[in-house]
């Protein structure tokens, strides 16, 4: 499975938008993107997830960039309880489901 | 409600003697996995199994053991052969095929002393 970079942390105000980036540049063509969230001490929540579309859900939209080297999370309207660290995983189609999780991005979403 | 539970939340253990984490998980999914996670660390892949009596060892199953009779059951020893086996321990499952995404329980943290 391709490695994914994220940034170690980011702040954003609460109520505004937090763009989390995600670069993924040795992706291949059957690879999909998945993005999870890990609230502290609980399990990891899914988000989101796609192949090459953008895509959108009722928690998140994913914008994932033609070259599909890269791509962004994006949370509307960030608030306080979306404070949490957001792991982007790239899982190829035949890989039988397994997820490899890196040390993902903590957002800290600040009054 | 649907879902994955695991107990306890919290275990404690002396060294040298083996525990067993549980795992249920009512979603009729077929595949099940168990993570190890570290403080500040991301997850790590300790066993898996796609099917009832059939598993598979991830990236770092030396020290554990599984096994998987039922569906909705897929149970994690920490044997006295794992060298640092304080870690917060995480159990997931997932349907057939290969786009569906895992629902992890909430967790058990394990402290061995």
């Known amino acids: 499975d391709a490695k994914t970079t994220q940034p170690p942390s980011m702040d954003c105000a609460e109520g505004r938008a937090a763009n989390l980036p995600c670069n993924h540049s040795t992706i291949s063509g059957n690879e999909y993107v998945y993005w999870y969230r890990q609230i502290h001490s609980q399990g990891p929540q899914y988000i989101i997830h796609?192949?090459?579309n953008n895509e959108t859900n009722e928690m998140a939209s994913l914008i994932i960039t033609e070259d599909r080297k890269s791509s962004t999370l994006i949370l509307p309207h960030a608030t306080l309880r979306d404070t949490a660290v957001y792991y982007c995983?790239?899982?190829?189609?035949?890989?039988?489901?397994?997820?490899?999780f890196g040390g993902g991005t903590r957002l800290m979403v600040k009054p | 409600d649907g879902g994955i539970t695991q107990s306890p939340k919290y275990l404690f253990r002396k060294e040298g003697q083996n525990v067993t984490l549980s795992c249920e998980q009512n979603l009729n999914h077929d595949a099940m996995y168990w993570y190890r996670q570290d403080p500040g660390q991301g997850l790590r892949l300790i066993y898996y199994?796609?099917?009832?009596?059939?598993?598979q060892k991830g990236d770092i199953a030396e020290g554990y053991s599984v096994s998987r009779e039922k569906k909705e059951s897929f149970p994690l020893t920490v044997t006295s052969a794992q060298k640092n086996p304080t870690a917060f321990y995480l159990c997931?499952?997932?349907?057939?095929?290969?786009?569906?995404?895992?629902?992890f329980g909430p967790g058990t943290r394990l402290t061995v002393t």
């Open positions: 199994s796609q099917i009832v009596n059939d598993f």
């Open positions: 796609g192949l090459k």
């Open positions: 995983i790239v899982r190829g189609y035949n890989a039988g489901n397994m997820l490899t």
């Open positions: 997931a499952s997932s349907g057939s095929g290969n786009s569906y995404e895992q629902y």
